[in-house]
């Protein structure tokens, strides 16, 4: 395990090389090019801006006028872990030829489009930035941006382990792939990125002492405590008070990435036979 | 044994089967059953290499020879590393460098040149010596004019050669080749062949598996022939080529044989089935219009009828002749009452439908006396000069007037091979004589 890990640091030239021909052949052949990088979220922003304070308005109270940031701040990095988990889920079967035909290290493919997603993200983040300056009511502070990075890198290991375990079921399971899109429908809802979790820990029936259901199933949810970081970040006033949490979902991230690189390890022998 | 580039040992490859409905339940048994390993434990197994043991020689060059689906190409993957053997062991000493598929991992939308470097570092080399070696990779693919352009635009012999020239500047020391030479234009095939001589030159070891037996008679210094999996035989390539061709024809033979038999078996069940072997009426008692354009068939009203033909070659019954060989055509004749007026005839067409030789008894002047009961009459050709290629036999008897007894038509096969290559249909005996000023060889 740990001199596989070492020959992963051997293999960041090529991983380099991968996200680069990724990010390069994305928009190769459109007008706008890497432009669309910076318009894409921004598109988004617009659409949301609009439905929510022209379409649907006053949905949620105290967030209302700034709703379309706080929708933002949630989504972006949603959008960095969905398309990570459905494209490394699908990578070994779509460079077939790589596994079959060249001796390949099949883990750098999850791997670069975990990256490649990221990168994208971070591509996204000045428009975020822009629109906190032109909207917010406030800006987050230096303390509360130096928790930014630490969230990012969790969010990393956390896509990482889904991606390579993921990855390495769907040649066995082509059934995944469908799976997985309706599952990430279902985890965008369950995550509290449209609404502000405290609407969601209120709900649900409350048994004796138990908590709500609703705030449980949060708990449970790594996704909902990394978008509960950035929202509490980049949003919120006052300090980050989330960070109990984050260390929680730091663990549990380790713990993920070991199993899918571990699943995804024991897999491998068969990766050449049924891409 | 430090001068063995490549042990393999007893090393064996299974893939399993699985029957479709197999395949479809896996996930929903996995998951409710919860045995994801037994589903994923093989149930049928087919060997692609079956305990395959060799050692490759540093520095030599070794040719796998085979049938398709002898699992040439598995063990070549199995020595790249791309896939592991099911049981035994494969070592490989050195950097190795698979042409298995070329260009694999290009991408169709980036330039050339960008893949060039990304297929560098995939094949293992480092930025700064894909830096150093690009304007030798360029120059050897001669794409200089179209580097720069997606990938997508490029013809495929483009695309290839630009693999090529990718993979054969990564430096290995075990070059593993599947197949790929027929890439390019005759030009850049040379170079190919010149880069493989470099390579031996510096002493690297090649193991190169193709169809083509000349090259590996001429470039192998080992062959090793495989058969369902299996070693068949191994050694000077010569000799292992030669085992191999000599094998193929007699399969070449069996399926010959086979054809021959049905076509018979169709042809004679006169009356009784509808025969579809020939698009002119065949097995009725009237010839065809114009009898050459009858593909196949049989048709006469007796009495006299061959029975049976054979063709042999030293007394044995044959379809694969080489080209100088004795060729025996045996005819079994009989007849329901006696006959006086009969002519004996045989035709030799090749593929193209052109008569190469047609004569009969009547011709070369045998007059017929008479014919009764059953009968046997042989046609020798002491040597069968002709060159290469399959050719299809018309055998008839019938009056001196031409009314048929019986009437095969193109309904026996045999095959000659040649070590020749020559054109056209007849080969006469022949030598060549050069005057002294002359220096050939």
Not at chain 1, 84 to 105: R, Y
Not at chain 2, 394 to 418: I, M, P
């Amino acid at each position: 395990m740990l001199s596989n890990l070492q020959r992963l640091l051997r293999y960041r030239s090529l991983i380099h090389a991968l996200v680069m021909r990724d990010l390069k052949a994305r928009y190769r052949g459109s007008v706008l090019g890497v432009f669309w990088s910076f318009a894409n979220p921004l598109l988004l922003l617009m659409v949301y801006t609009f439905v929510f304070s022209v379409v649907l308005p006053g949905r949620f109270p105290g967030i209302d006028e700034n709703y379309a940031l706080f929708l933002f701040c949630g989504l972006l990095p949603w959008t960095w872990f969905s398309s990570s988990l459905t494209e490394a889920s699908n990578s070994l079967l779509a460079n077939g030829n790589l596994i079959k035909k060249v001796l390949f290290p099949a883990e750098v493919l999850p791997i670069v489009a975990v990256i490649a997603n990221m990168v994208h993200f971070f591509l996204a983040l000045p428009i975020l930035f822009l629109a906190l300056v032109f909207f917010a009511s406030r800006l987050p502070t230096v303390g509360e941006l130096l928790w930014f990075p630490v969230v990012v890198a969790v969010q990393f290991l956390m896509s990482l382990g889904f991606g390579l375990g993921l990855a390495a079921l769907t040649v066995h399971f082509r059934d995944i792939k469908d799976l997985l899109s309706n599952g990430l429908t279902l985890w965008f809802f369950a995550t509290p990125i449209l609404y502000p979790w405290t609407m969601m820990a209120e709900r649900g029936p409350i048994f004796f002492e138990l908590p709500p259901l609703g705030k449980l199933l949060m708990d449970a949810n790594p996704a909902s405590h990394l978008v509960i970081s950035y929202q509490e970040i980049l949003f919120w006033d006052g300090p980050y008070g989330h960070w109990k949490w984050l260390l929680f979902t730091a663990i549990l991230s380790v713990g993920m990435f070991f199993i899918g690189y571990a699943l995804f390890d024991r897999l491998r022998d068969s990766f050449a036979e049924e891409v | 044994m430090s001068h063995a580039a490549i042990t393999i040992t007893n090393a064996s490859k299974l893939y399993r089967k699985y029957a479709y409905r197999r395949q479809f339940s896996t996930l929903k048994s996995a998951l409710l059953k919860g045995n994801l390993a037994s589903e994923l434990s093989p149930d049928e197994v087919f060997h692609a290499v079956n305990a395959v043991s060799l050692t490759v020689a540093k520095g030599s060059t070794l040719g796998l020879i085979g049938r398709n689906g002898s699992g040439k190409s598995t063990l070549l993957k199995l020595i790249a590393g791309i896939t592991k053997p099911t049981t035994g062991m494969v070592e490989v000493g050195g950097r190795i460098s698979a042409l298995i598929e070329l260009g694999a991992g290009f991408h169709p939308e980036i330039s050339g040149r960008e893949n060039v470097f990304i297929n560098g570092v995939m094949l293992g080399l480092t930025t700064g010596e894909i830096r150093k070696r690009f304007d030798e990779i360029v120059e050897f693919s001669e794409l200089e004019d179209f580097i720069d352009a997606p990938v997508k635009t490029y013809s495929s012999g483009m695309y290839m050669r630009l693999g090529f020239a990718v993979a054969v500047h990564v430096n290995p020391d075990v070059l593993l080749v599947d197949e790929v030479l027929a890439v390019g234009d005759e030009g850049f095939s040379l170079k190919c062949l010149d880069k493989f001589a470099e390579f031996k030159r510096r002493g690297k070891t090649i193991v190169l598996v193709t169809h083509g037996l000349g090259m590996v008679e001429r470039y192998c210094d080992e062959a090793v022939w495989l058969d369902g999996g299996k070693v068949c035989g191994t050694g000077d390539p010569r000799r292992v080529v030669h085992a191999y061709t000599t094998d193929v024809e007699k399969a070449e033979e069996r399926v010959l044989a086979e054809s021959d038999r049905k076509l018979q078996i169709a042809v004679s069940a006169k009356g009784e089935v509808p025969v579809v072997v020939a698009d002119q009426p065949v097995s009725n008692d009237e010839p065809p219009d114009d009898m050459f354009r009858a593909t196949q068939g049989r048709w006469g009203s007796g009495p006299v009828t061959i029975d049976r033909v054979t063709l042999e070659h030293e007394e044995n019954e044959a379809h694969i002749f080489h080209s100088g060989d004795q060729l025996v055509i045996r005819l079994e004749v009989s007849t329901t009452k006696l006959v006086t007026d009969f002519v004996f005839g045989i035709s030799i067409f090749n593929a193209e439908g052109t008569c190469c030789y047609g004569t009969n008894t009547d011709i070369e002047e045998y007059k017929p006396v008479e014919l009764v009961g059953t009968g046997e009459v042989k046609f020798l050709i002491d040597r069968l000069d002709l060159v290469e290629g399959t050719y299809k036999l018309d055998v008839a008897a019938h009056t001196r007037e031409g009314f048929q007894y019986d009437y095969h038509r193109l309904l026996y096969t045999f095959r000659v091979k040649s070590q020749t290559k020559d054109a056209g249909i007849y080969r006469p005996e022949h030598r060549w004589i050069f005057s002294s000023n002359i220096r050939i060889t």
